[in-house]
């Protein structure tokens, strides 16, 4: 593989909202990097065991792309998140602390950590200490609806998706090679 340029400043991302588009978006940030020979990690809070179309893509990526899932099939409950939910976003925090302060990766994408802060699983302030010991070059994505003040606040750019209108509403669910 022989020496790899890195990014001279790697920014902090946020992308948010209620619209579609923000795993979508970071997916695409990760195919342009993984174009330019930059190594790529995706951590998936609050998600596991779905055959997502990106992980069968970050397969035929390797080694410059990895996902890795931090979570269960089932959906998190908000007002009560079972014992388990919150133990794998603290391994989630644990791995992106790992992997963020290691350096070794250029971009690291923390898809849905905003729902994990929003839904308790993670605290606002483990997320603020990645930014810090954030190595330089390094590129850090944040998804997910609800992004808290405070990251919006550190981030470097952020960028909301606003719903207008989604066919879910109409009792489509979600689709193999669209939405999973």
Request: glycine share 8%; net charge neutral; proline share 2%.
């Amino acid at each position: 593989m022989g020496r790899r340029k890195r990014l001279e400043h790697g920014f902090i991302h946020v992308y948010t909202g209620d619209g579609k588009g923000k795993t979508t978006a970071a997916l695409g940030q990760a195919f342009r990097a993984v174009g330019h020979n930059l190594k790529t990690l995706m951590i998936m809070f609050m998600k596991g065991n779905i055959e997502y179309g990106e992980l069968e893509t970050a397969r035929r990526l390797a080694p410059f792309m990895e996902i890795r899932e931090m979570g269960r099939e089932t959906f998190v409950s908000r007002e009560n998140p079972e014992a388990i939910d919150i133990q794998w976003a603290q391994d989630g925090m644990k791995l992106a602390r790992k992997i963020i302060r290691d350096g070794a990766h250029d971009l690291v994408i923390l898809d849905e950590l905003n729902v994990a802060v929003d839904y308790k699983l993670v605290t606002v302030e483990d997320v603020l200490e990645l930014f810090r010991v954030k190595p330089a070059h390094v590129e850090l994505i944040l998804t997910g609806r609800s992004a808290h003040e405070k990251i919006i606040e550190a981030a470097d750019m952020v960028t909301e998706m606003k719903l207008i209108k989604h066919y879910f509403d109409k009792g489509v669910e979600a689709r193999v090679g669209i939405e999973r």
